[in-house]
């Protein structure tokens, strides 16, 4: 389309508008010269300021417009310099001395008049491409004198940071001051192209590439930074430069290459590593290197964005831990744990997950823990003590993954660390960590909850069952818990019932269904209960109260006793008729049951008198045996109480000790001392005092003896062939052939929720089975079995 000054520059007769109905008078000489910005006037009539105007200065002669003819048009202002184009040579020398730093020429025009001229160059003249190819020009001459006189520059380390920052500063104003007064170029022409990089863009694209990637300044860059932080590494303390390189850093990020430099490992690694030689002591180091990441984050604080702070701290970590990540956590973990340093350890955790040595850190904690429960479990001094050093210790080592999120995975690789140590440390004394288990048990529930919450006695047994499932042995627990609850429960130690029940109800259901024998022992107790009370109708009001027998009758199939191994003793008379007695009765009532007595079980109250009064003394059938013996003696040596009382050697001993050596001392021995011996004499003790009415004297099978023990533990073992030759016969029964690595995999398998069996018994048990003919060997290959039906 035609613009208004082609238009206008036509000669001055012309029929261009023959078809416009016009007022304008026929002057030639007489109009003034108008200012550049007006536009020529076509109408007089229209503009109602220029017609007064033209009224009172200039004589207006009258002319004929004839309708249909040539219409004249007149145009005022400067016609001759609106149509020249050599605008472009002046803006070109504008260009260029605005882009020259230190330039001794002035401008020769004015920021209003060069906004002018690129808006006429733009909009009116369309040479903009041209006007951009010098713009492009311009900033590519100015770039390359800023690259050789920042090459040439002298500046030593970290002195190079001014001149730097200075000359970026510079240009950085030259380009805005050239995006204002280019406004039509960078707004109206450049942007609208489909590159669309104006003025600022192609400025920064080309300072990147010739100042920031160029290889000698961005090497010398670096070695400001490097010098900035080896002289306040060295010194301790702020180094004067560091306002440069603040500044320095902004410019870094207003052209975007702020990551490839300040963030970059190498500013950090080989000074940190030069800076982390370890100290004999791992505690110490890991000190140092706390303070040194302390160190370097408040200085990224004070220099750099708020982005690199936790980048900074992670690289600085890494350079100072990442070659000694295994020496450390060997070297740490432990203490740490031993001595509850949560704050240690809380930091600990924390680095090792930022600097990822989580598996590093996570080996190191299982070798201790599994070291460590080793330890507690050989000590055959402190077997008393073992759950309780197992407990505190596992509450010690819990801390280490308790300073994780529970849903990391670093936390469940601690716990399953922690799980798996413990585990590999029981195996160090097969069956006693089972069989200590479940006698702390017994001691809880024998106490009771006393003062304690509900909550918190519930802990305690959650505690103690936490390290239950950490064994292999779980039979070896049934039959040790199996056992002391009978003798709770017919001795009346247990603190509650309900606490009995509740017990057993969560290892029934949370850990082995074979815990529910304990609701036949139970039944048995009540069923006998109600015996006791038929038995005492029976017998009437005249048969005497003090002579009152209480018996429970239990199944042998339910309890873990046998009577065949009990050791009996020489039971007075009178006590003797009570028991034949009630043998009777039961015969008669139960016909075919037989009844057997288990004398160590038996309890019995007798009524003492002393010299500080009559005391109701609470003690075992042996106790009884042995103070009954001082109605008709008040002395006996060693040798004639065995004889009378008919007691094992070893258990009359223990029995005498309880009497003549505990705190309650109804007996005497001669010569004092805490050991009996062969040679000691007994007296009875009529000065012994006690505050209350009713005295308990504590009995040897409160405890367990280690050949009691040792019992158990033969009986576990009998049980587990049989449970294995069930365990082989039924896997062989369902896959009728199988290889002998099948069947130890199987078997394994298949008992493992009550014990893990030695390779060497499963192996003694298939040749047991094919002896007995359950199982056949193949003839050509030995290794192949088959199930015989």
Same mark, same amino acid.
């Given at each position: 389309m035609t613009d208004l000054i082609t238009l206008l520059t036509f000669p001055s007769v012309s029929d261009g508008f023959t078809a416009l109905r016009s007022t304008?008078?026929?002057?030639?000489?007489?109009?003034?010269?108008?200012?550049?910005? =007006?536009v020529a006037r076509l109408d007089a009539d229209s503009d109602s300021g220029s017609a007064s105007r033209s009224r009172a200065g200039v004589h207006q002669p009258s002319s004929t417009v004839v309708a249909g003819g040539p219409l004249r048009v007149f145009v005022s202002g400067d016609v001759q310099r609106r149509r020249t184009d050599g605008s472009l040579p002046l803006l070109l020398r504008c260009l260029r001395i605005i882009l020259t730093r230190d330039a001794t020429e002035a401008l020769p025009l004015t920021y209003e008049r060069i906004y002018a001229l690129c808006r006429d160059a733009v909009v009116i003249h369309n040479q903009g491409d041209s006007l951009a190819d010098m713009l492009r020009i311009e900033l590519e001459r100015s770039v390359t004198r800023l690259e050789r006189g920042l090459a040439d520059d002298i500046s030593e380390g970290v002195g190079f940071s001014v001149p730097f920052a200075q000359s970026l500063t510079w240009f950085e104003k030259r380009v805005g001051l050239l995006e204002d007064v280019m406004t039509f170029l960078d707004r109206g022409y450049l942007r609208q192209k489909k590159e669309g990089d104006g003025i600022q863009q192609q400025a920064n694209a080309l300072l990147v590439s010739r100042i920031f990637y160029d290889p000698r300044l961005h090497e010398r860059v670096g070695e400001v930074v490097n010098e900035w932080l080896t002289l306040e590494w060295k010194n301790g303390a702020e180094h004067h430069a560091r306002p440069h390189i603040c500044t320095l850093i902004r410019h870094f990020r207003i052209h975007g290459q702020y990551n490839a430099h300040f963030e970059?490992?190498?500013?950090?690694? %080989? #000074? &940190? =590593?030069?800076?982390?030689?370890?100290?004999?002591?791992?505690?110490?180091?890991? %000190?140092?290197?706390?303070g040194k990441t302390a160190e370097e984050t408040s200085r990224a604080r004070a220099v750099l964005p708020d982005t690199s702070w936790e980048a900074v701290k992670g690289t600085t970590e890494r350079s100072l831990l990442i070659d000694h990540l295994d020496w450390l956590a060997d070297g740490v973990i432990g203490p740490l744990i031993e001595k509850s340093d949560t704050e240690k350890l809380r930091t600990l955790v924390a680095v090792f #997950?930022?600097?990822?040595g989580v598996r590093t850190l996570v080996n190191a904690f299982k070798s201790f823990v599994t070291a460590k429960v080793a330890d507690i479990v050989r000590d055959v001094a402190g077997d008393e003590e073992m759950v309780e050093r197992l407990l505190s210790f596992k509450s010690n080592a819990s801390l280490a993954h308790s300073f994780t999120a529970p849903s990391s995975s670093f936390s469940k690789d601690l716990e399953y660390a922690l799980h798996d140590a413990f585990s590999d440390g029981f195996k160090e004394r097969r069956n006693k960590p089972a069989e200590m288990v479940a006698r702390h048990i017994d001691k809880l529930m024998r106490k009771g909850q006393g003062s304690a919450s509900d909550e918190s006695f519930n802990e305690q047994l959650d505690a103690a069952l936490a390290l239950y499932r950490f064994t292999a042995d779980k039979d070896i627990f049934r039959a040790f818990y199996h056992r002391a609850l009978? =003798?709770?429960?017919?001795?009346?130690?247990s603190a509650s019932d309900d606490a009995e029940k509740a017990m057993l109800k969560k290892l029934k259901e949370e850990y082995d269904p074979e815990f529910g024998m304990g609701d036949h022992m139970f039944r048995d107790l009540a069923l006998s209960r109600d015996t006791m009370e038929e038995y005492h109708k029976r017998l009437g009001a005249g048969h005497a109260a003090e002579q009152r027998l209480t018996a429970m009758v239990l199944q042998q199939s339910f309890w873990p006793f046998s009577s065949h191994t009990a050791q009996h003793a020489v039971i007075p008379v009178s006590m003797q008729k009570e028991l034949d007695a009630f043998a009777a009765f039961y015969s008669e009532k139960h016909q075919g049951h037989k009844i057997e007595w288990n004398h160590p079980l038996g309890t019995v109250s007798l009524r003492a008198r002393f010299a500080a009064g009559q005391k109701?003394?609470? +003690?075992?059938?042996?106790?009884? +045996?042995?103070?009954?013996?001082?109605n008709d003696m008040s002395e006996i040596p060693f040798s004639d109480l065995k004889l009378h009382t008919g007691i094992e050697d070893e258990v009359l001993r223990c029995t005498l000790q309880s009497l003549a050596c505990g705190k309650k001392k109804v007996l005497k021995k001669r010569p004092a001392g805490k050991e009996v011996?062969?040679?000691?004499?007994?007296?009875?003790?009529? &000065?012994?005092?006690?505050?209350? &009415?009713?005295?308990?004297?504590?009995?040897?099978?409160? =405890?367990?003896?280690?050949?009691?023990?040792?019992?158990t533990q033969t009986a576990v073992e009998g049980d587990r062939k049989h449970y294995l030759d069930a365990a082989i016969v039924r896997i062989m029964k369902a896959r009728k052939q199988l290889t002998y690595e099948q069947i130890k995999f199987e078997t394994i398998e298949s008992v493992r929720r009550h014990f893990v069996p030695d390779v060497v018994n499963i192996k003694q048990r298939i040749d047991g089975l094919v002896e007995q003919e359950y199982l056949r060997r193949d003839e050509e290959d030995r290794n192949l079995f088959f199930y015989v039906a």
């Open positions: 304008v008078h026929d002057n030639h000489t007489t109009l003034s010269r108008l200012p550049l910005s =007006k970059s490992p190498e500013h950090y690694t %080989d #000074e &940190a =590593k030069k800076r982390s030689r370890p100290s004999d002591d791992p505690l110490t180091f890991l %000190d140092f290197c706390a #997950e930022r600097v990822g009978a =003798k709770r429960l017919l001795l009346g130690r109701e003394l609470s +003690v075992s059938l042996y106790q009884a +045996v042995i103070l009954l013996l001082f011996n062969d040679e000691d004499v007994f007296v009875f003790n009529d &000065a012994f005092e006690d505050s209350r &009415a009713k005295v308990h004297i504590n009995t040897i099978q409160v =405890k367990e003896t280690p050949e009691e023990s040792l019992r």
